[in-house]
């Protein structure tokens, strides 16, 4: 048998022979992937480097939590586990949810835009409250609640 890793003869199993699912390794291999566990992941020409990055999420930081980061253009990855605890601390903070669309409207000779039960309860807006809008470029449009 040879080494699944560098194809050379000289092995040592991992488990036992006896097990089905046993993994052929020669010596310099297994040093091999015992130091791939210390280093980066590769990722094509790119690595993957575990670090603890904080999420925000409209504007707000919700916390740090782990991911993995790669080195050539800090692209963030989060696995399932790290996933599901964002989202339940996005839900906690009452910023889950609130991103909707919308139309614009017109009311007599004025154009108007409708904000969600959620987005106008978050801000605590109400009938008759002021408030300043102006554009940030052709795309974007800024709500102020004073």
């Not at 707000?60 to 980061?69: C, D, K, P």
């Amino acid at each position: 048998m040879k080494c699944y890793l560098c194809n050379k003869i000289n092995l040592i199993c991992q488990k036992s022979l006896k097990g089905a699912n046993s993994v052929l390794q020669c010596r310099v291999s297994q040093r091999f992937l015992s130091m791939l566990k210390n280093t980066p992941r590769p990722l094509g020409r790119r690595f993957l480097t575990k670090k603890k990055v904080a999420r925000t999420l409209y504007g707000g930081v919700i916390g740090n939590f782990n991911a993995e980061v790669c080195t050539k253009c800090n692209e963030v990855f989060y696995d399932e586990k790290t996933s599901r605890e964002i989202t339940k601390k996005t839900q906690e903070m009452g910023l889950w949810g609130l991103e909707s669309k919308t139309r614009v409207g017109v009311s007599g000779s004025v154009l108007d835009i409708r904000l969600s039960k959620k987005i106008s309860s978050f801000f605590n807006l109400k009938k008759g409250e002021e408030i300043r809008i102006y554009p940030e470029d052709e795309k974007h449009l800024v709500v102020e609640v004073s």
